[in-house]
């Protein structure tokens, strides 16, 4: 019975899990978005998320060289490691948690399993505070839906205060 045993196996032995999650880990830290299966990206965000939460501890310089150590003791990768220090620790610097999106892309023609697609929220332009930052830029369309018995009592009041001319009237028409 698996009472209590919460990670996945993932088919593997430890050593191999080991290998397997730092090695996705590293990747996704690297290019900020890799396609996996469904079973590893849900185990690779339980391995990838507290160590995103160790590079935000910037208490003491002790402590910061502890967590270099604790996060490369994990991935094993260099820089993989500088990269999540230095790129992607000011980033999430202000989010409480959930720093991954796992999104779902459908199922592999050869063997029919699910594929994934798990990403870093925050490098994600499509997603988040990119299209803020876009729509804020663009001009708004005007419509002629809504607001049109508004419009109308302000132009009013405008014309009332200061006398239209026949150019005016004719463009607003």
């Not at 310089?61 to 000011?90: C, G, Q, W």
């Not at 592999?108 to 505070?129: C, H, P, Q, W």
């Amino acid at each position: 019975m698996r009472h209590g045993n919460k990670g996945n196996k993932l088919s593997r032995t430890a050593s191999h899990r080991r290998a397997l999650l730092a090695n996705l880990g590293s990747q996704l830290i690297t290019h900020k978005r890799i396609t996996t299966t469904l079973a590893k990206a849900k185990a690779l965000r339980t391995y990838i998320e507290p160590l995103i939460t160790k590079t935000k501890d910037t208490a003491s310089k002790e402590s910061i060289m502890h967590n270099h150590r604790v996060v490369f003791s994990y991935l094993n990768d260099k820089l993989a490691v500088k990269e999540l220090f230095t790129v992607v620790a000011p980033k999430v610097v202000s989010r409480p948690g959930g720093y991954t999106r796992i999104i779902k892309l459908g199922t592999r023609t050869g063997d029919a399993s699910e594929i994934a697609m798990i990403e870093l929220v925050d490098f994600n332009e499509i997603y988040g505070k990119g299209v803020a930052k876009a729509a804020a830029e663009e001009p708004v369309k005007k419509t002629r839906r809504s607001g049109g018995a508004k419009k109308k009592a302000t132009k009013a009041e405008a014309s009332e205060e200061t006398p239209a001319t026949e150019t005016e009237t004719k463009t607003e028409e």
